[in-house]
């Protein structure tokens, strides 16, 4: 049976690990996966080596456990939206506003060093986004046009590669200060965009 104590250290070891996750997210996007040492971390974070390595075995699996936990919470809070009951458009729409906070300039710099430093956990990660995000998008994509929301001469691969392009175009951090835009202002206005076009009623009848 679990005691106090026990339960007590087991909390202040979760939020150890978690600091330790966050400041290598930052680190590894700021500086680069080989550039960031498991010293500098604990010498940041004022705990030892020794501790780092209690909790984690190896740098890489910092890594991995960065890039996998961000994962899996992007992937729970899409599958949260996919069951709700709404229509497909309103469901796409949300989807549209959590992926500011995930397809930013500091997730793409961090897919960067894992494609470099880790092409195995990049295959993972690839193969998540293709058979659990793409391919759930593609599939709301089509139900709405199954019931009459979405036009059925766009096609669905299309459309979730130019909007999840062009929102990762835009989410770079140089474009966002240089246009004093948020994170989550950029994917909601190309998403009104995409469905809602450029033209007003006047543009439209020219």
């Not at 759930?136 to 709405?144: A, S, T």
Request: net charge positive; with cysteine.
């Amino acid at each position: 049976m679990e005691t106090e104590d026990t339960k007590l250290v087991s909390m202040v070891q979760d939020r150890v690990r978690q600091e330790i996750l966050e400041l290598a997210y930052a680190k590894f996007a700021e500086r680069g996966f080989k550039k960031v040492s498991i010293d500098e971390l604990a010498a940041e974070l004022g705990i030892s080596k020794k501790t780092v390595y209690k909790l984690f075995p190896s740098k890489e699996e910092i890594l991995r456990e960065v890039v996998l936990c961000r994962m899996n919470e992007l992937v729970g809070m899409f599958e949260k939206i996919q069951a709700l009951k709404e229509s497909s458009v309103n469901k796409i729409e949300a989807i549209s506003g959590i992926v500011g906070t995930h397809i930013n300039d500091t997730w793409q710099k961090i897919l960067i060093e894992v494609r470099l430093n880790a092409p195995a956990l990049f295959r993972e990660v690839d193969s998540i986004i293709q058979q659990r995000l793409a391919t759930g998008w593609q599939k709301l994509f089509i139900d709405g046009q199954k019931n009459g929301w979405i036009r059925k001469d766009i096609d669905a691969v299309v459309f979730t590669t130019a909007y999840v392009g062009v929102v990762r175009e835009l989410m770079k951090t140089d474009f966002l200060s240089k246009h004093a835009l948020s994170e989550a202002e950029v994917p909601k206005q190309v998403f009104r965009m995409f469905t809602e076009g450029i033209l007003t009623e006047k543009g439209r009848k020219r």
